[in-house]
């Protein structure tokens, strides 16, 4: 990344290995004035990082009439790059620029002097460019601009904050540092093989009409050197001098030179690139571990209970089934596991690691629960008591907050896929159908073409419109609350995974009451609403629900209690209606 200074030379970086290549060239001058109060700055990343993060560029200029605006343009550009690689990995874009400018807002609006106790001005406009896969999300402010060249035409993206008053002269109305309350565009676009973007300050593109800007562009060969795109700067910069620009002036050009490919025979060939292990056996080896038992077997996947070589510490290998070696979607889920895994740290989710990185196999090292499932559990104690299921299911929403806090959707929340162990510690286990914010805007993976979940605890709005969020985590969480205190489901079981619902009034909620008639109605209302069928009518946050299951919500109650009968109770209504029919027609035989 380049630290920009009061005179900033062209800067250029390209990553051949990778699959999405980037060329930046910029160049920057103070023009007629005597400071240069520009900055631009960008990163390309290699490996993971690329494909989480992807590449940055930024330019920003600083506001003149503020105290501090050199340095506020300078740590703009370069504090947005820095941070914004230190946000999780799982967090989407929007979200990390998000809470990075942020941050960087409010530090720049609340300096004042060390010495005079007095504000000091630190205020710069801001364009920030992220490319990730195939899309650019750009993130802006103030007045200077990023346009694109793509197909031989230029287009400004971004739209200048400032208006006209008195004659010539035209004011911000929009920067970093000026407002606690910050109001950011945002705009997302596709890209190919070719496109140009192009970072300029106002001291450019006032005095340079697009026509020109297009004429040089279109100037550059196919594949544009880095020389050739710096030269380019430089040279805009100087025709913008030449017509008359009295202010600083900066531009920074992006060339796009290859997108990641998104065909199915690439991803299917980076996913068979490794072996799935044979069935083991008690005492064989794999790399460096032994097997010590074979503790589950299944058509999907097998788990054995193993040594390391330099550990005696027990852990848990887990193997996909031979009989999905050729399912890149399936392969896909069991990689996608390791790699959250191995990002996530919580006292109540199980630790995944991925295999050997030199290995020729495929298998995950995940860490060893003694104890039993949720299933196992419920079995064993039919009708647990309110306070031995609020634990459980309290320790569970704290696993499930963590995954909202880093942006990632379980998916496939049911008893079998919660573990307890013989302390009564919980641990989440089982990331298979994970949803990744980051991972999942990138639109590098195989098309979802079916519900990822389990039959009967899956969210309606997943089986409906193949969504899931948090909420859809809260749903199922609802279902397995409901079904620890009674073993039934609050809706009627499906029978098969044949979608027949086609709207979500077709769930119907089912009174835990007619199951266990002491439970207290409060707790009914509770599940009712923590188990709505549309989304927007369930709690909105996991702590709502949580509060709710340990205090009574009596203005719930209360609220409940003023319904008619028909609201409350509608098969005891209708039930009642019934029998007053039966009568009626025994006393007019009668008669």
């Known amino acids: 990344m380049q630290q920009p200074n009061k005179k900033l030379d062209g800067y250029e970086h390209s990553n051949v290995a990778a699959q999405l290549q980037l060329h930046f060239a910029g160049f920057s001058s103070a023009g007629?004035?005597?400071?240069?109060?520009?900055?631009?700055?960008?990163?390309m990343p290699k490996n993971n990082e690329l494909l989480t993060k992807g590449a940055v560029a930024a330019i920003a200029?600083?506001?003149?009439?503020?105290?501090?605006?050199?340095?506020?343009?300078?740590?703009?550009?370069?504090?947005?790059?820095?941070?914004?690689?230190?946000?999780?990995?799982?967090?989407?874009?929007?979200?990390?620029?998000?809470?990075?400018?942020?941050?960087?807002?409010?530090?720049?609006?609340?300096?004042?002097?060390?010495?005079?106790?007095?504000?000091?001005?630190?205020?710069?406009?801001?364009?920030?460019?992220?490319?990730?896969?195939?899309?650019?999300?750009?993130?802006?402010?103030?007045?200077?601009?990023i346009s694109v060249y793509k197909n031989q035409q230029l287009e400004a993206i971004t739209n200048d904050h400032n208006r006209q008053q008195g004659g010539n002269n035209t004011i911000l109305t929009r920067a970093l540092g000026a407002d606690s309350r910050l109001q950011v565009d945002v705009h997302q676009l596709d890209i190919q093989?070719?496109?140009?973007?192009?970072?300029?300050?106002?001291?450019?593109?006032?005095?340079?009409?697009?026509?020109?800007?297009?004429?040089?562009?279109?100037?550059?060969?196919?594949?544009?050197?880095n020389a050739e795109l710096k030269g380019l700067s430089k040279q805009i910069v100087g025709a913008a001098i030449e017509q008359g620009s009295d202010d600083n002036v900066s531009c920074l050009l992006v060339f796009v030179r290859s997108t990641p490919s998104r065909r199915t025979e690439e991803i299917e060939r980076n996913l068979l690139s490794r072996r799935i292990p044979p069935a083991l056996d008690v005492g064989m080896k794999l790399d460096d571990y032994k097997i010590v038992k074979v503790m589950h077997a299944s058509i999907r996947s097998h788990l054995y209970l193993a040594e390391h070589q330099d550990d005696a510490t027990p852990v848990v290998l887990k193997i996909p089934s031979q009989n999905f070696a050729d399912d890149t979607i399936y392969l896909q889920g069991f990689l996608r596991e390791a790699w959250v895994g191995e990002r996530i740290n919580h006292s109540n989710i199980m630790r995944v690691t991925s295999d050997q990185k030199h290995s020729r196999f495929l298998y995950?090292?995940?860490?060893?629960?003694?104890?039993?499932?949720?299933?196992?559990?419920?079995?064993?104690?039919?009708?647990?008591?309110?306070?031995?299921?609020?634990?459980?299911?309290?320790?569970?929403?704290?696993?499930?907050?963590?995954?909202?806090?880093?942006?990632?959707?379980?998916?496939?929340l049911k008893p079998d896929n919660i573990m307890i162990d013989r302390f009564g510690h919980v641990k989440l286990i089982d990331y298979g159908t994970?949803?990744?914010a980051s991972l999942d805007e990138n639109q590098e993976t195989l098309t979802e073409t079916v519900p990822q979940g389990s039959l009967n605890y899956i969210a309606p709005e997943t089986l409906l419109e193949l969504?899931?969020?948090?909420?859809?985590?809260?749903?199922?969480?609802?279902?397995?609350?409901?079904?620890?205190?009674?073993?039934?489901?609050?809706?009627?079981?499906?029978?098969?995974?044949?979608?027949?619902?086609?709207?979500?009034?077709?769930?119907?909620?089912?009174?835990?009451?007619?199951?266990?008639p002491e439970l207290p109605i409060w707790l009914d209302l509770c599940l009712q609403?923590?188990?709505?069928?549309?989304?927007?009518?369930?709690?909105?946050?996991?702590?709502?629900?949580?509060?709710?299951?340990?205090?009574?919500?009596?203005?719930a109650v209360e609220q409940y209690k003023k319904q008619p009968l028909l609201k409350r109770n509608p098969v005891k209504f209708w039930q009642g209606v019934s029998l007053l029919l039966f009568v009626a027609l025994l006393v007019a035989i009668s008669q």
């Open 434 to 436: 994970a949803l990744i």
């Open 529 to 555: 609403q923590c188990t709505q069928a549309d989304p927007n009518s369930r709690y909105q946050a996991f702590s709502e629900f949580a509060e709710d299951l340990n205090k009574p919500n009596l203005a």
């Open 193 to 225: 093989s070719g496109d140009i973007f192009v970072l300029t300050c106002d001291g450019v593109h006032e005095y340079l009409s697009p026509k020109y800007l297009k004429q040089q562009l279109a100037s550059l060969s196919g594949q544009p050197s």
């Open 61 to 145: 200029d600083g506001v003149s009439s503020a105290t501090k605006s050199a340095e506020a343009a300078q740590l703009a550009v370069t504090q947005f790059i820095e941070e914004y690689y230190c946000t999780p990995p799982t967090w989407s874009t929007r979200k990390s620029a998000a809470k990075v400018l942020t941050s960087l807002n409010q530090w720049l609006y609340s300096q004042t002097d060390a010495i005079s106790g007095q504000p000091q001005q630190w205020l710069t406009t801001f364009s920030g460019l992220i490319v990730k896969s195939s899309t650019a999300y750009l993130f802006h402010l103030g007045d200077t601009r």
């Open 467 to 516: 969504n899931a969020t948090n909420l859809s985590d809260l749903f199922s969480l609802g279902v397995i609350c409901y079904e620890m205190l009674c073993a039934e489901l609050p809706f009627k079981p499906m029978q098969n995974a044949t979608i027949t619902q086609s709207n979500y009034g077709e769930w119907q909620y089912r009174s835990i009451k007619q199951f266990r």
């Open 32 to 43: 007629k004035k005597s400071v240069n109060q520009d900055a631009f700055a960008a990163y």
């Open 364 to 412: 995950h090292v995940c860490e060893y629960i003694d104890g039993q499932t949720l299933s196992e559990w419920m079995h064993d104690n039919p009708q647990p008591t309110i306070g031995q299921v609020r634990n459980i299911i309290s320790q569970v929403i704290a696993a499930l907050r963590k995954f909202q806090r880093l942006e990632l959707v379980h998916r496939d």
